[in-house]
């Protein structure tokens, strides 16, 4: 029981990486995009290839998947900068499905359907990471860095920019701030974090194959941010911690595994739409309060 309870909360802790990166582009940038699972696949598959093919130590290898998920990020953010509302959602969409493709087809690389087994768990300092706490801690360790970087950022100066971005970019364009700058550099970021969380679940799973980096990915830390509150940063994180604690306790109340995964879905889908119509705030979230204009009477 142990066991399966440090599973579920190692598995949390790198969905919250995910979640608090994207809520740099979508809670504070304003930039619905649903390509951040394959920025997590693009450092899953350069972090394992790089362990198994180079024999890269564990930290090398999260650095590395960092780098290539950002340089991808800033290759295709200067386009995708340009386009807003449905057409980034559409752009965004078109980018996951060519990755997932790529992972499918570059068999000589990825092995295709097959997958990238034998990965090899963590190792700091010549020590084994290789028993569910100190995989854990491994993970927390994570969390806590992308934390540290992501607070600074959103909590700065730099962090009002994309705030304003969010609000209005044709103000920050008049006060001389250039939007498609400030655009690709918080998507190269967020897209950094996605590459580092990647090669952890990597290194945890010991297999990735594409399959774990579906369009659903990218819809579960969607969720995540939404329902724990956008552009709070600890919120997502509570609600990556909650979509992966209500799906595991339908295991107890004795569904069958035939129809567990497709209730999962729909659970994931009425969470969300109970969250936009309730408290589109999300969780955590401060509730916006809406004033009056002078003169108005009660």
Same mark, same amino acid.
């Given at each position: 029981?142990?066991?399966?309870?440090?599973?579920?909360?190692?598995?949390?802790?790198?969905?919250?990486?995910?979640?608090?990166?994207?809520?740099?582009?979508?809670?504070?940038?304003? %930039?619905?995009?649903?390509? $951040?699972?394959?920025?997590?696949?693009?450092?899953?598959?350069?972090?394992?290839?790089?362990?198994?093919?180079?024999?890269?130590?564990?930290?090398?290898?999260?650095?590395?998947?960092?780098?290539?998920?950002?340089?991808?990020?800033?290759?295709?953010? &200067?386009?995708?900068?340009?386009? !807003?509302?449905?057409?980034?959602?559409?752009?965004? #969409?078109?980018?996951?499905? +060519?990755?997932? !493709? /790529?992972?499918?087809?570059?068999?000589?690389?990825?092995?295709? *359907?097959?997958?990238? *087994?034998?990965?090899?768990?963590?190792?700091?300092?010549? +020590?084994?990471?290789?028993?569910? @706490?100190?995989?854990?801690?491994?993970?927390?360790?994570?969390?806590?860095?992308?934390?540290?970087?992501?607070?600074?950022?959103?909590?700065?100066?730099? &962090?009002?920019?994309?705030?304003? #971005?969010?609000?209005?970019?044709?103000?920050? !364009?008049?006060?001389?701030?250039?939007? +498609?700058? $400030?655009?690709?550099?918080?998507?190269?970021?967020?897209?950094? %974090?996605?590459?580092?969380?990647?090669?952890?679940?990597?290194?945890?799973?010991?297999?990735?194959?594409?399959?774990?980096?579906?369009?659903?990915?990218?819809?579960?830390?969607?969720?995540?941010?939404?329902? &724990?509150?956008?552009?709070? /940063? @600890?919120?997502?994180?509570?609600?990556?911690?909650?979509? @992966?604690?209500?799906?595991?306790?339908?295991?107890?109340?004795?569904?069958?595994?035939? +129809?567990?995964?497709?209730?999962?879905?729909?659970?994931?889908?009425? #969470?969300?739409?109970?969250?936009?119509?309730?408290?589109? !705030? &999300?969780?955590?979230?401060?509730? =916006?309060?809406?004033?009056?204009? =002078?003169?108005?009477?009660?």
């Amino acid at each position: 029981m142990e066991a399966y309870v440090l599973t579920v909360l190692s598995m949390a802790g790198i969905y919250a990486i995910l979640a608090m990166s994207y809520d740099l582009t979508f809670g504070f940038a304003g %930039m619905f995009s649903v390509a $951040h699972g394959a920025f997590f696949g693009i450092g899953a598959y350069a972090g394992a290839l790089a362990m198994l093919g180079l024999d890269v130590p564990f930290p090398a290898a999260v650095l590395l998947g960092a780098a290539l998920a950002a340089v991808v990020a800033m290759v295709i953010a &200067g386009p995708a900068s340009r386009l !807003e509302g449905d057409y980034l959602v559409v752009g965004s #969409l078109s980018f996951a499905v +060519i990755c997932y !493709e /790529l992972m499918i087809n570059l068999t000589g690389v990825t092995r295709g *359907p097959m997958g990238l *087994p034998g990965i090899p768990s963590p190792r700091i300092f010549g +020590i084994a990471f290789d028993t569910p @706490w100190l995989l854990l801690a491994v993970i927390l360790a994570i969390l806590a860095i992308t934390a540290l970087v992501a607070a600074r950022v959103a909590f700065s100066p730099y &962090g009002r920019i994309l705030r304003a #971005l969010k609000d209005d970019p044709v103000a920050v !364009e008049a006060a001389g701030k250039s939007v +498609i700058r $400030h655009k690709v550099q918080v998507m190269a970021l967020s897209a950094a %974090m996605a590459g580092a969380a990647g090669v952890v679940y990597a290194a945890y799973v010991n297999f990735i194959d594409p399959e774990s980096f579906v369009l659903r990915t990218s819809f579960v830390i969607l969720v995540a941010a939404v329902l &724990g509150g956008a552009g709070t /940063l @600890w919120g997502p994180c509570l609600g990556a911690l909650f979509l @992966w604690i209500v799906p595991e306790a339908l295991r107890f109340v004795g569904i069958p595994s035939g +129809i567990r995964g497709p209730l999962n879905e729909i659970a994931y889908g009425c #969470l969300l739409l109970g969250v936009v119509l309730l408290r589109p !705030e &999300g969780i955590v979230g401060k509730r =916006r309060l809406r004033t009056r204009p =002078r003169g108005e009477l009660a």
